[in-house]
């Protein structure tokens, strides 16, 4: 199932003492951040006045948040997004949406289980499968991904012997 809100940073820190603060983004790219108007803290909109990116990090300020000690009280907050206003590229999808799908071997057709988890080192994605046998860690290249269909429920995968 889809959630509505997902999940997108954190707020890490302070930024000035006009209120700014800065978030750690969950995302491919902190740009991805900048493209909303509305951010959700505890499930209550927030509108965003202003966002830049700043290193790796989102620095932003938020309607109702106007000096330091505002802001502080919102350290460690996690922000979430509406599904509803994200533009993802054709082909893209939400990490969050893997969680739960059903795990197949393209050639075989066996169900190996399910995704219990994404592991996000730098070099690439890997999906940790939990299956009623063993687990698997399987990494998000093309050489073992054959097929991600989200909106039905599954991800077709190639193993290699040894796997």
Do not use: C, Q
């Not at 006045?49 to 907050?77: F, P, Q, T, W, Y």
């Amino acid at each position: 199932m889809k959630h509505r809100y997902l999940e997108a940073g954190k707020i890490v820190n302070t930024h000035g003492i006009a209120g700014e603060v800065k978030i750690m983004p969950w995302a491919d790219d902190p740009d991805f951040l900048l493209n909303f108007k509305t951010l959700y803290l505890d499930g209550k909109p927030i509108h965003i006045r202003s966002a830049r990116v700043h290193k790796n990090a989102v620095l932003m300020k938020l309607d109702g948040v106007d000096d330091i000690n505002e802001a502080m009280r919102l350290k460690n907050k996690v922000v979430s997004i509406d599904r509803e206003d994200a533009t993802l590229e054709e082909g893209s999808f939400f990490l969050a949406d893997l969680y739960g799908l059903e795990v197949r071997d393209a050639d075989s057709g066996e169900v190996l289980g399910t995704i219990s988890d994404v592991l996000t080192p730098p070099a690439n994605n890997v999906y940790i499968v939990k299956g009623t046998k063993r687990e698997y860690m399987i990494p998000a290249v093309p050489e073992f991904i054959v097929e991600t269909n989200v909106d039905e429920g599954y991800l077709l995968v190639h193993l290699i012997e040894g796997m």
